[in-house]
């Protein structure tokens, strides 16, 4: 199946700070910063710096400040690889090369602070979507992260706060308005694919965002009961929920649209990935169906316990059911014909399966109930006759 690679860059808003002459503004994350400036040769690998964390830290919203300071401290934006493809597929694999190379993309920062969260058992989800910035605001794709503190979900992007391009050159300056940013600020620069991720009562559409108009929608959005019923569905009925809203909130810039047929080929992968279980399970049950049609044939010789021959067809069945449910998990899904006529003669072909195995279950229950003596002649038919005529 044809995957889909989005591309992610983006370019980095220089802040300047500004201080009052008289008075410092006092960091309130000196404490949790102080205990990250570690030696990178300390730390060689993802687990062992989830490790430190963990053992360092309490709350989750210390490790998340932690791993943001970690991230934004020892983590170069790379320009160079700007305009190479980069998936998310793997997460593990990716999160770890930028650990090791210490240099990333928009979509490294990401999944490395999310990997890292995961490591530290705080709640977390890897957001895709836009920025507005002053070229084709259309084709940017970004992404940053939510993380859950304190029952609330908060936003925080590692790229941004880590520094900022001048020209094609990277200058490291952490800046911590990307640290928990309020969603009703970041929406002004950021447009998640998801509307559930803008983490607002009432989400802009694609068309408000990049006309800087303000929502036009009279109902407000429970967000917080999207996110979580989003987050416990399995991932086709994600992907689901996903595209339905990007309909919804606007489909014609070229990040959606491809997003979009992104999400159909996860669906179909889905699919394809159930149909290959529910074909799995009709093989195993036929092959052991076919074991048992040979141990019959042979009058159930080399003789089996009681107990293992009564299992027989019970275990295999079991594949059946198992087999009709990865179909059924598909059938109500897909309108595609070809799909359809597969497991249309899929589904006949475990209903003749079943069927064999209702009778043979009802042979191996009377055999077990005939005495031992007697069992032997339930192999035989017996034809009685009057003067040579079987009778039935």
């Known amino acids: 199946m044809k995957r889909f690679f989005l591309i992610f860059f983006f370019g980095l808003f220089l802040i300047t700070s500004v201080f009052s002459q008289t008075k410092a503004v006092a960091n309130p994350y000196l404490r949790i910063d102080r ?3 570690i030696p990178n040769d300390s730390i060689t690998s993802l687990p062992a710096l989830g490790a430190y964390i963990n053992a360092t830290y309490v ?12 991230i934004t401290q020892n983590i170069r934006y790379a320009p160079e690889l700007m305009y190479t493809f980069t998936n998310n597929e793997n997460k593990s694999r990716l999160a770890k090369d930028v650990f090791e190379n210490k240099a990333a993309v928009c979509i490294g920062f990401a999944v490395l602070y999310d990997s890292l969260c995961k490591l530290t058992q705080v709640p977390s989800y890897v957001v895709l979507g836009s920025t507005r910035q002053s070229f084709l605001p259309n084709v940017i794709g970004h992404a ?6 304190l029952d609330e979900w908060q936003i925080i992007d590692a790229t941004w706060g880590s520094g900022y391009l001048n020209g094609q050159y990277f200058v490291k300056s952490r800046n911590d308005y990307y640290f928990f940013p309020d969603a009703q ?6 447009l998640p694919l998801d509307p559930i991720w803008q983490m607002l009562n009432k989400p802009l559409s694609l068309y408000q965002f990049h006309s800087q108009l303000r929502p036009t929608s009279t109902v407000e959005w429970n967000y917080n009961d999207s996110i979580k019923q989003f987050l416990s569905s399995d991932d086709l009925h994600q992907i689901k929920a996903t595209a339905r809203r990007l309909v919804a909130f606007g489909n014609n810039s070229e990040v959606t ?7 159909k080929a996860k669906e179909y992968e889905i ?4 149909m290959k279980l529910a074909g799995k399970n009709y093989n195993k049950a036929a092959d052991q169906f076919n074991v048992y049609i040979e141990f019959k044939n042979h009058q159930f010789s080399p003789v089996k316990p009681d107990s293992a021959l009564a299992k027989m067809i019970p275990e295999l069945t079991k594949f059946l059911v198992e087999s009709e449910h990865h179909y059924s998990l598909v059938i109500n899904e897909i309108t595609e014909p070809d799909y359809l006529e597969t497991i249309h003669a899929n589904q006949k072909q475990i209903s003749d ?3 064999r195995a209702v009778e043979e279950k009802k042979f191996v229950d009377k055999y077990l109930s005939t005495k031992k003596n007697k069992r032997r002649d339930l ?8 003067n040579g005529v079987p009778i039935k």
């Open 144 to 149: 940053w992260n939510a993380v859950k503190v």
């Open 379 to 386: 192999f035989f038919t017996k034809i009685y006759t009057i």
């Open 35 to 37: 205990l990250m400036d």
């Open 59 to 70: 709350s989750d919203y210390e490790k998340s400040r932690a791993i943001f300071y970690w």
């Open 257 to 263: 649209s491809n997003y979009s047929l992104y999400l």
């Open 353 to 355: 399966l079943k069927a």
């Open 185 to 190: 600020k970041l929406i002004l620069t950021h």
């Open 271 to 274: 699919y394809h990935v159930r």
